[in-house]
T-cell receptor, first 112, second 115 residues
Framework: QKEVEQNSGPLSVPEGAIASLNCTYS??????FFWYRQYSGKSPELIMS????GDKEDGRFTAQLNKASQYVSLLIRDSQPSDSATYLC????????????FGPGTRLSVLP | GAVVSQHPSWVICKSGTSVKIECRSL??????MFWYRQFPKQSLMLMAT?????????EQGVEKDKFLINHASLTLSTLTVTSAHPEDSSFYIC???????????FGPGTRLLVL
């Protein structure tokens, strides 16, 4: 069974620090990788996607992918209290949004 | 782009009644729609996947006769919770994916409370 694993947290970081969120996946054939943010009581929203090994930066967010290690991470620089949320890692085994597997999510708390 | 809406956002009903939730893709054609359920402080749980014009595929443990899914057009899917009971109270979220879209886009969710 295909699995995506994340530490459930909570991960607490002080305001201004770097938050590092990690995700591992079991299906070596996975093609695309996504990070969603879910605020309490709200639905998930897509914040980052990554398809090839290496880093991808978007503002304060950097996604990192290492397919050999089956590992994907999300770095949040200059963390703000508004970044406090649950972050879901999602892995797709093809290039269409059909065969998704979501991780259980990591709860991040940014302390002022 | 890639906006998904859900209606209603909140519903309160009596035990034994049926509730219909609509999920619409507003600016793209959703060839596949997904229905999730999330209980407080728990992970998303995929209930079913539906392709336009086909019967939905339900996840193990999800009663297809209780959770009726219809995906009759490329922009609309509905989830009907039949004979709802208090244990069906949850946050129901749909997502949609279109042709050549690599990911799913989520609706805002529907909070169901069964009294």
């Amino acid at each position: 069974q295909k699995e995506v694993e994340q530490n459930s947290g909570p991960l607490s970081v002080p305001e201004g620090a770097i938050a590092s969120l990690n995700c591992t996946y079991s299906d070596r054939g996975s093609q695309s990788f996504f990070w969603y943010r879910q605020y309490s009581g709200k639905s998930p929203e897509l914040i980052m996607s990554i398809y090839s090994n290496g880093d991808k930066e978007d503002g304060r967010f950097t996604a990192q992918l290492n397919k050999a290690s089956q590992y994907v991470s999300l770095l949040i620089r200059d963390s703000q209290p508004s970044d406090s949320a649950t972050y879901l890692c999602a892995v797709n085994e093809d290039n269409y949004g059909q065969n998704f597997v979501f991780g259980p999510g990591t709860r991040l708390s940014v302390l002022p | 782009g890639a906006v998904v809406s859900q209606h209603p956002s909140w519903v309160i009903c009596k035990s034994g009644t049926s509730v219909k939730i609509e999920c619409r893709s507003l600016d793209f054609q959703a060839t596949t729609m997904f229905w999730y359920r999330q209980f407080p402080k728990q992970s998303l749980m995929l209930m079913a996947t539906s392709n336009e014009g086909s019967k939905a595929t339900y996840e193990q443990g999800v009663e297809k006769d209780k959770f009726l899914i219809n995906h009759a057009s490329l922009t609309l899917s509905t989830l009907t919770v039949t004979s709802a009971h208090p244990e069906d109270s949850s946050f129901y979220i749909c997502s949609a994916s279109g042709t050549n879209q690599e990911t799913q886009y989520f609706g805002p969710g529907t909070r169901l409370l069964v009294l």
